[in-house]
């Protein structure tokens, strides 16, 4: 191996290149038609939305970590990667970076500028990633915008319309005012915003019949007054019942509205007399539907009042209001205004506070099959188990079925055109797709309904998780086989996938928007385990932002530490809970690789090319005792990553490295090789150094593929089918290796600890007294079960005479010192104390039991507390482990 410290920067660079120039890890496509040798990882596409941020790495991380990990388990793994570059993300991303609007070109043009500019985003991002050495099949990257992944997201919207899954209807629909398009309820979050209640009067149309002329009504949000339709009260509201039946006027629009009862209405909120507005929130959509109430919108599609607001249309809602209120106030409607925190519902990407406006939109009807929807879910495994519960209250709290429709310009197009003259919906044929209603003709020369021979393009176009569920169906190669007139798949072992790893925060986008498609689309449930990653942190585990200037670059990170390092940090998750990004974290990572280096280098001295061949019962005690606990180490690591559980894998392994193998053994191994030529040393050094590279593999990817090559390549079949790069002329990569099989190695582990412990005493007693450590110890006495190893510890520490001992050595408990309590002792014995401090000193005091006698006074228990300390009262000198006592006799 090269002298001289680890260099990563070259070494990373250079693996990151080979594995690229080889596909090393690339799916064997063809070679693999079993799904249970296929494993299939359904990858995140990552919105095209800006550059690579540090969770991109800490998430990509993770799923790397199970790929390198399963194709060492013999399985060939299909990890693919994709861009989600057809929604509002990108959108927005080309009218920034162009200075531009996307209602002033027509889509197709507007959506070619979106393609470039996501290009150059998707070539930086690939670099970047590729930078990071992820062990992701380039060959398989799709994008969602391309014309193959359009065919299939127009071929999922055709297949559910034939199922009767799908809808077109003019009702309410959620709206973000400054995106101008429908979103879905998966789109939304609360989020807690400063506000005003109002307490508004209100007449009583016939005050006579009511016995009252006026009522309050408490409300945020007085803009919608222009579009007040009823008035509700509570059937068991008795102070209130006699305006049940009567009319109420709307304050400043004069318009009457009916008073009605309705158990939704919440008595212990305002004066528990509502006022339903087409639409304020989910309630006035349940009352329009439930009492047929008439249809009045006072906000538009872009925020701003419409001709129902009179004299205030024009104005933004938010100003509308302000207006709104002052006209209250000056005519005397306005009883009272005091400032409010609450909850807003908020579009997710922009932090606008969302309207309810009625359009015409397409629905995936999911409402009906939320219990198929959940019980798929419980037959996912689930990495941590806990995250099932978020996809179950999801699915517990849904209120509306999924919209798809989206008034925008990137984006996939819904294959459909309307006849002019009946509205019929013509579909495209499956064979001809993908299409563009906009520039396409429909199939049809007439209306199959009523004759008619013009038609009307839809112009919207796909939300964007209505292309991005499919992933699992893009990736298996989902099609319609025009021929057999049925759907295939191009790769079927790869579906289901076997492992979906995602973040928390998208698991009612994604994840279960991926179930319902390709459930509803196959009848099955699209992946076998699902993997949970939470997001990262600062250091001061505050979500990164950047307007809090707490963002981490991923280049900033790798230009200080190395790749392998970051690995390290990432894997030390608990899997599901967010990270704190730390940089003692990749430091600590640094170390170990440093030290994996360095022992490596040490091995390399101490064994020959090719190791000597030993069987198992010529190996020494300690050989033996090491290599059966590397079996059980290798098993537990194995458990451990096939669980997820990274962190325990990770910090047993190093703990296993750094401690047993390179600060016990390797010292010990070192020596014995240098005075005695053991070939039993040399043997297990090399294949406990072999078997490490194997278990660190999957973390730090790139220290272990250097030294592999350095020292083992070409010395086994690398794990992997026919054909492979070995065979083709290319490298033996450590990742194509066999995870370690158990050498079978039997050994007493309690013995084997302890006998560890005491050679390790036995070190540190010579290094404290500057003794060599090959120095002759004439006898050393052990108390504790070192049985069949006695051999090595006379050998390895030069002991002439070793005891092994019955009893345990004559230990005398001393009293070192005695604390005095002072809160309790100072207003107890005032003016005494020094007498007591000064008998304790000069030894002149007497314990009794759990009392001190001292300077004629009587201490109790919770006055003081004694120091004790175990004195070795034979000949020798006495070492304390663990495990063992240890007498010294030099």
Not at 548 to 573: L, T, Y
Request: aromatic share 10%.
């Amino acid at each position: 191996m090269p002298s001289g410290p680890y260099d990563a920067d070259a070494v990373e660079e250079k693996w990151q290149e080979r594995w690229l120039d080889e596909d090393t890890y690339a799916y064997r496509e063809g070679e693999v038609d079993d799904p249970n040798t296929a494993f299939a990882i359904d990858t995140p596409p990552p919105t095209v939305s800006g550059s690579l941020h540090w969770g991109h790495v800490y998430g990509t991380v993770l799923q790397d970590i199970v790929a390198r990990f399963t194709r060492m388990q013999g399985e060939e793994v299909f990890y693919p990667f994709g861009y989600d570059d057809n929604g509002i993300a990108s959108e927005r991303l080309t009218e920034r970076e162009l200075d531009i609007r996307h209602q002033d070109f027509e889509r197709r043009e507007f959506q070619q500028k979106c393609r470039e500019v996501c290009a150059e985003f998707e070539e930086e991002f690939t670099e970047n990633m590729q930078s990071f050495g992820f062990s992701i099949d380039w060959n398989n990257t799709y994008r969602t915008i391309e014309p193959r992944v359009q065919r299939i997201s127009q071929l999922s919207f055709i297949d559910l319309y034939e199922q009767g899954k799908e809808y077109r209807k003019r009702a309410p629909a959620i709206w973000c005012p400054e995106c101008e398009t429908a979103i879905s309820q998966v789109e939304t979050e609360d989020d807690e915003q400063d506000s005003h209640f109002h307490d508004i009067s209100f007449d009583v149309v016939d005050a006579e019949a009511a016995g009252q002329e006026e009522f309050t009504i408490s409300t945020t949000r007085p803009e919608l007054l222009p579009a007040c339709v009823a008035v509700f009260v509570h059937p068991d509201d008795d102070e209130n019942q006699n305006l049940v039946g009567e009319q109420a006027r709307i304050p400043l629009f004069g318009h009457e509205v009916p008073i009605i009862a309705d158990d939704r209405v919440d008595m212990e909120t305002g004066s528990g007399i509502v006022m339903s507005c087409t639409f304020g929130d989910q309630t006035d959509i349940e009352w329009y539907q439930a009492h047929d109430l008439d249809l009045r919108v006072a906000i538009d599609e872009s925020g701003h009042m419409t001709e129902v607001a009179d004299e205030y249309e024009g104005m933004s809602s938010a100003d509308a209001r302000e207006a709104i209120v002052a006209d209250l106030d000056e005519t005397g409607a306005l009883l009272d205004r005091w400032p409010i925190t609450h909850t807003v519902n908020v579009h997710e990407r922009c932090g606008t506070g969302v309207e309810f406006l009625v359009a015409d939109q397409w629905y995936v009807e999911m409402l009906d099959s939320t219990d198929e929807y959940l019980e798929a879910g419980r037959e996912m495994d689930w990495y941590p188990e806990k995250m099932f519960s978020r996809y179950k209250h999801w699915i517990e709290g849904l209120q509306w079925d999924w919209c798809i429709s989206r008034q925008r310009s990137s984006g996939i197009p819904f294959p459909v055109w309307y006849c002019e003259h009946c509205d019929e919906a013509v579909m495209a044929e499956k064979a001809d797709l993908p299409v563009d209603p906009l520039s396409d003709d429909p199939p049809v020369d007439a209306c199959p309904e009523c004759g008619h021979d013009e038609f009307v393009p839809e112009d919207d176009v796909f939300d964007t998780w209505a292309t991005s569920s499919l992933t699992p169906l893009i990736n298996a190669g989902w099609d319609w086989d025009e021929d057999a007139g049925e759907f295939t798949m191009e790769n079927p072992e790869l579906f289901p996938m076997d492992l979906r790893p995602q973040g928390h925060d998208i698991i009612s986008f994604w994840l279960f928007h991926t179930v319902v498609k390709c459930y509803e689309h196959t009848g099955e449930v699209p992946f076998d385990s699902v993997m949970i990653n939470g997001m990262v942190l600062d250091e001061n585990r505050k979500k990164m932002s950047k307007s809090k200037g707490n963002v981490v670059s991923p280049q900033e990170v790798k230009a200080q530490f190395p790749v392998d390092a970051a690995r390290f940090w990432a894997a030390g998750s608990s899997i599901g809970d967010d990270l704190p990004y730390q940089e003692k974290g990749l430091r600590a990572g640094e170390k170990l690789l440093q030290k994996l280096w360095n022992a490596s280098k040490l091995v390399d001295s101490l064994t020959p090319e090719t190791p000597p061949e030993i069987d198992d019962e010529e190996l020494s005690a300690l050989d033996r005792w090491l290599l059966a606990e590397l079996d059980a180490e290798a098993e537990f690591v194995r458990e451990k990553l096939a669980n997820r559980e990274f962190s325990k894998a990770r910090d047993s392994l190093r703990s296993f490295f750094w401690g047993t193998f390179c600060d016990d053994y390797l010292e010990i191994a070192k020596q014995r090789v240098r005075e005695e030529d053991d070939a039993s040393a040399q043997y297990t050094l090399a294949v406990a150094h072999r078997r490490f590279l194997k278990l660190f593999a999957p973390v730090l990817a790139h220290i272990t593929e250097e030294i592999w090559q350095e020292l083992y390549a070409g010395t086994e079949a690398p794990r992997a089918p026919a054909g492979d790069a070995a065979a083709d002329g290319g490298f033996e990569s450590i990742h194509r290796t066999a995870w370690p099989e158990p050498t079978g190695i039997e050994a007493d582990h309690a013995a084997g600890e302890t006998a560890m412990a005491v050679v390790g005493a036995l070190r540190r007693y010579k290094s404290e007294r500057q003794l060599p450590l090959n120095a002759e110890l004439d006898t050393v006495a052990v108390y504790g079960d070192v049985d069949g190893f006695e051999h090595d510890i006379r050998n390895v520490m030069h002991v002439g005479t070793l005891e092994t001992l019955d009893e345990e050595p004559e230990i005398e408990s001393v009293v070192t010192g005695i604390d005095l309590d002072y809160s309790v002792v100072g207003p107890e014995y005032g003016g005494d104390v020094p007498d007591i401090e000064a008998g304790i000193e000069s030894g002149e005091y007497e314990i009794e039991g759990d009392r001190l006698l001292v300077a004629g006074h009587e201490l109790t228990a919770e006055e003081f507390t004694i120091e004790r300390e175990r004195q070795f009262t034979g000949e020798g000198e006495m070492l304390e482990t663990d495990d063992a006592l240890v007498v010294v006799r030099a």
